[in-house]
């Protein structure tokens, strides 16, 4: 995949790499992601290593919740592997940074899908799984053109509206990069 | 100095610790400009050969307007700096310094700091403390001095501090085990050091091996220049020569000759005084160029670092 260099704020991600040495070696990720980071946690000695998993019927926002909680008492030499969505990632880092962490600490895997998460700039709805521009926002109805431009604090690409001078023009959607 | 000293009087000199002195220094005309926490300021001193400037933290509370206090330590091995600001000023003396600066700021959105003060490196934490209590920020100070030399404020701020104070007096053998102050720290942990290169180092590889993240470790320290060899700097765009003695850094050769070079720090940190090479190897002693910048041989350092052979040629 292509990136256009111009845009500055597009994440690129690595696979990641054990960090040491580290208090504590958290894996964190959504279930369909558990293979990415498999491969790292086998190389821990086990006693540092951790999995935070969501489960299937609690799902992500009982995962994050308890990292929250759980990483008020974890050393400051923790080291975070986060795998999953896009947005899933960038949730997961800013909980951490808010819990005094620095993304020195924190490393993000690849997503696992293409979908984006799609902010919009007039009416601030989030929108999961967008794969196609532009698109219509849930939220205000207007159609969006879907950049490259990412938000680090939203984890989420910015929707701008596409038509605002002529709201009649359709333009075509195009399977996004 | 520059245009933008500032002229001030000497209001006070008062000896907080067998080797240190600190001075109370006051606006002649106007005010002070403001300072945040981790400032310093450099001191215009006339010394028997040459002007020496040297960086000092500013070590007053930053609400206390209308004048700053730096505190300096006699070296043994003084370039005449410090000796100077010991045996030749006194109360009423003018002096001239530089607005302040500050490359030594608190990590504001830190959960904890530790701040960790060896000898004379207790002055930035001076203007910390007040600021750091005033935010009812969680903090706790570790204090390494030789109570024969150093040890400056320490009854004040165990009074003041309390359970945050901890004193290490190494003249009562008293020891700072750095890797039981660095155990266990919880994330949001920032540790701040100020003192001699050797403290800082024990704590920067204490940390590393704990598997502290570097962007959690802050420190200062402002070191006079070594000496070296003395050697010839040409400056291709003024055609000039200026030689450099063995006990004066590039950096004030160029200014004894009247040439300004943009400068903060004077020791090897801020990079405002970086310069092009044109050729000659460098003997790099800063803290700012990367492995990769040094390896290029294309700029230097001109506050600490020196020509490896006889000559260099700037482009100055």
Not at chain 1, 7 to 19: C, F, H, N, V, W
Not at chain 2, 195 to 223: K, M, N, Q
Request: with cysteine; charged share 20%.
């Amino acid at each position: 995949m292509q990136i256009d260099p111009s845009i500055k704020s597009r994440p690129t991600y690595q696979a990641p790499m054990l960090e040491e040495p580290a208090g504590l070696q958290l894996f964190v990720c959504q279930p369909e992601a558990r293979g990415l980071l498999e491969p790292l946690y086998q190389q821990c000695a086990s006693a540092q290593a951790q999995w935070v998993l969501a489960d299937e019927e609690t799902g992500t926002e009982a995962l994050l919740a308890s990292l929250q909680q759980m990483l008020v008492n974890v050393p400051v030499s923790t080291r975070l592997y986060v795998a999953g969505h896009e947005g899933f990632l960038w949730d997961v880092r800013n909980l951490a940074l808010e819990a005094g962490l620095v993304d020195e600490q924190i490393q993000l895997a690849p997503p696992v899908s293409r979908g984006r998460r799609l902010f919009c700039t007039h009416c601030y709805t989030l929108m999961e799984g967008v794969e196609a521009s532009p698109h219509s926002c849930s939220g205000c109805g207007r159609l969006l053109l879907v950049r490259d431009h990412f938000s680090r604090l939203h984890g989420a690409y910015v929707g701008v509206q596409i038509n605002a001078e002529d709201p009649s023009e359709l333009p075509e959607q195009e399977v996004l990069q | 100095m520059s245009i933008d000293s500032i002229p001030v009087r000497v209001a006070a000199i008062e000896a907080v610790a067998p080797m240190i002195r600190e001075f109370r220094l006051e606006a002649i005309d106007g005010s002070l400009p403001a300072f945040s926490p981790g400032s310093h300021v450099q001191v215009a001193m006339p010394g028997e050969q040459r002007e020496i400037r040297n960086a000092y933290s500013l070590c007053s509370d930053p609400r206390e307007t209308g004048s700053y206090r730096i505190a300096v330590r006699l070296q043994e091995d003084s370039r005449g700096g410090s000796a100077f600001m010991h045996s030749q000023v006194s109360v009423g003396d003018r002096l001239q310094i530089t607005p302040p600066a500050n490359f030594f700021a608190p990590a504001w959105h830190a959960r904890k700091h530790l701040l960790i003060a060896g000898g004379v490196g207790i002055t930035p934490f001076m203007s910390y403390i007040p600021e750091l209590e005033r935010q009812g920020a969680d903090f706790e100070l570790h204090y390494l001095y030789r109570s024969s030399q150093t040890g400056a404020y320490r009854d004040e701020l165990m009074h003041r501090l309390g359970q945050a104070f901890n004193g290490y007096d190494s003249d009562a053998g008293v020891r700072c085990d750095l890797s039981v102050l660095l155990s266990n720290r919880e994330p949001g942990s920032h540790v701040y050091i100020c003192g001699p290169e050797s403290l800082i180092e024990g704590v920067r590889e204490t940390a590393r091996a704990l598997g502290w993240p570097e962007s959690l470790i802050h420190y200062e320290a402002f070191a006079a220049p070594e000496p070296g060899e003395p050697f010839k700097a040409k400056l291709v765009r003024s055609g000039r020569a200026v030689e450099v003695a063995a006990d004066e850094s590039l950096l004030e050769a160029l200014e004894r000759e009247g040439i300004e070079v943009p400068n903060l720090c004077r020791g090897g940190v801020c990079g405002q005084c970086v310069t092009s090479v044109v050729e000659g190897s460098v003997e790099h002693r800063d803290d700012f160029l990367s492995a990769d910048e040094k390896a290029s041989g294309t700029c230097i350092m001109p506050c600490v670092s020196r020509a490896a052979g006889n000559h260099l040629i700037l482009d100055l």
